[in-house]
């Protein structure tokens, strides 16, 4: 298994530029999230799917769209990239986070995202 | 507002001594309480998953503890290494929301030759 992966590693934008931050896992799992990490922060939500077809916004949404038309995907769009972005993004994956469970949960090895 | 967290903010050490990292959350009622480990430039990892029943999970040299009365949980490293080098990180799971973990800031661990 691959696990989670994200593409890409590295990313320059300019402010207004749009792009796309690319999730994938090959776990089946029905959980996926996004996160943004920030220096001295916590990692924080910014959308999660609880399955195909299924999105949500998180404590961060702002700015980003996501969608789930697969198990396997879950892209991040960035609309119209801010200097306030600049952040490193982590995508995740679990088999569910309903309450009650305690299911582990997987982290790609994240994208690094500057604006300019 | 839920919170968790995490001290000492940085800690050095030497190889081979032990430690124990602190996490106080405001979080409740919660599900779980987790504790990963991320090196610098890598994703975190999950080291243990406690449900709010449970007193402690051990995973190898890390064992976590927690006290739902106090709001408490810690995590001990025994007989550090120098791959323990990184940062700790403490996340409690909300019982009502439980699809938005909550982050603590983390630990940054150095362990020194």
């Known amino acids: 298994n691959a696990g989670v992966t994200q593409t890409p590693k590295f990313q320059v934008l300019k402010t207004g530029q749009s792009m796309t931050l690319q999730c994938a896992q090959d776990m089946n799992h029905e959980y996926m999230s996004w996160y943004r990490q920030d220096p001295g922060m916590g990692l924080r939500l910014i959308h999660y799917?609880?399955?195909?077809?299924?999105?949500d916004q998180g404590e961060v949404p702002n700015g980003y769209n996501v969608s789930r038309s697969t198990t396997e995907d879950f892209p991040l769009r960035l609309l119209s990239a801010a200097p306030s972005q600049t952040s490193v993004y982590f995508c995740a994956s679990s088999y569910s986070m309903m309450g009650g469970d305690s299911y582990e949960q997987y982290f790609g090895p994240g994208t690094r995202l500057t604006v300019t | 507002k839920n919170q968790v967290e995490q001290s000492p903010q940085s800690l050095i050490i030497l190889e081979g001594k032990n430690c124990t990292l602190q996490c106080n959350y405001t979080v409740s009622p919660f599900s779980n309480l987790r504790w990963y480990k991320q090196d610098t430039g890598r994703g975190p990892v999950s080291l243990t998953i406690m449900t709010f029943s449970e007193n402690t999970k051990s995973n190898g040299r890390y064992t976590a503890t927690l006290d739902a009365d106090t709001k408490q949980s810690s995590l001990h490293i025994t007989a550090s290494q120098l791959s323990d080098s990184a940062s700790y990180i403490c996340v409690v799971s909300p019982m009502d929301s439980s699809y938005k973990l909550i982050f603590g800031s983390g630990t940054r661990l150095l362990v020194r030759p």
């Open positions: 799917s609880v399955g195909a077809g299924i999105t």
